[in-house]
């Protein structure tokens, strides 16, 4: 309970300290921009709560893992961060209505506090982005395909341009 109460209160100031900064500096239309794994950065951190399931039309950034925890009083019980989706959010699913753009996958991080999770960052489906996905009304107009890219951190994976 301690340790969950301390991870809240740093992951809220050091969301509303990227929240006032990201005012400052303006990304050109088109630029190229690059997003940290979510050990490092999440923007929605200051209006997540900690929950022993994730509500319907919701994601989660984080996993806390227990014995005898606040999800499980008899054995071992996860909780779950959960934040509302948003653009550019690396979140630990892909919730209806979004695409992502890039993974990030961890031995025992935020989004698997026991085995190998993988995060995705999240964005809204929209004409001319690169997207690892091909969202419902969309279609693509060229593909790239990497070995260990941005849409499989283990093997071959495919972007797809959006346009729609």
Same mark, same amino acid.
Request: glycine share 10%; charged share 15%.
């Given at each position: 309970?301690?340790?969950?109460?301390?991870?809240?209160?740093?992951?809220?100031? *050091?969301?509303?300290?990227?929240?006032?900064? #990201? !005012?400052?500096?303006? $990304?050109?239309?088109?630029?190229?921009?690059?997003?940290?794994?979510?050990?490092?950065?999440?923007? $929605?951190?200051?209006?997540?709560?900690?929950?022993?399931?994730?509500?319907?039309?919701?994601?989660?950034?984080?996993?806390?893992?227990?014995?005898?925890?606040?999800?499980?009083?008899?054995?071992?019980?996860?909780?779950?961060?959960?934040?509302?989706?948003?653009?550019? *959010?690396? @979140?630990? $699913?892909?919730?209806?209505?979004? $695409?992502?753009?890039?993974?990030?996958?961890?031995?025992?991080?935020?989004?698997? @506090?026991? +085995?190998? #999770?993988?995060?995705?960052?999240?964005? *809204?489906?929209?004409?001319?982005?690169?997207?690892?996905?091909?969202?419902?009304?969309?279609?693509?107009? +060229?593909?790239?395909?990497?070995?260990? !890219?941005?849409?499989?951190?283990?093997?071959?994976?495919?972007?797809?341009?959006?346009?729609?």
């Amino acid at each position: 309970m301690k340790r969950s109460r301390i991870r809240t209160a740093i992951t809220a100031m *050091v969301g509303s300290a990227a929240l006032a900064l #990201g !005012g400052l500096a303006a $990304t050109p239309a088109g630029a190229a921009t690059s997003a940290a794994p979510p050990a490092q950065k999440s923007l $929605t951190a200051a209006s997540g709560f900690w929950a022993c399931t994730v509500p319907a039309g919701k994601t989660y950034t984080d996993t806390d893992r227990r014995y005898r925890g606040n999800c499980n009083p008899s054995g071992w019980g996860t909780s779950y961060y959960v934040v509302d989706p948003a653009d550019g *959010v690396w @979140a630990c $699913t892909v919730p209806s209505g979004y $695409t992502y753009t890039d993974t990030d996958r961890t031995y025992r991080g935020n989004c698997n @506090a026991q +085995d190998w #999770g993988t995060a995705y960052l999240l964005a *809204v489906p929209r004409t001319g982005i690169w997207a690892c996905t091909i969202p419902p009304g969309f279609s693509y107009t +060229d593909t790239d395909r990497r070995y260990r !890219g941005n849409c499989n951190p283990q093997d071959w994976g495919t972007a797809y341009l959006l346009v729609g």
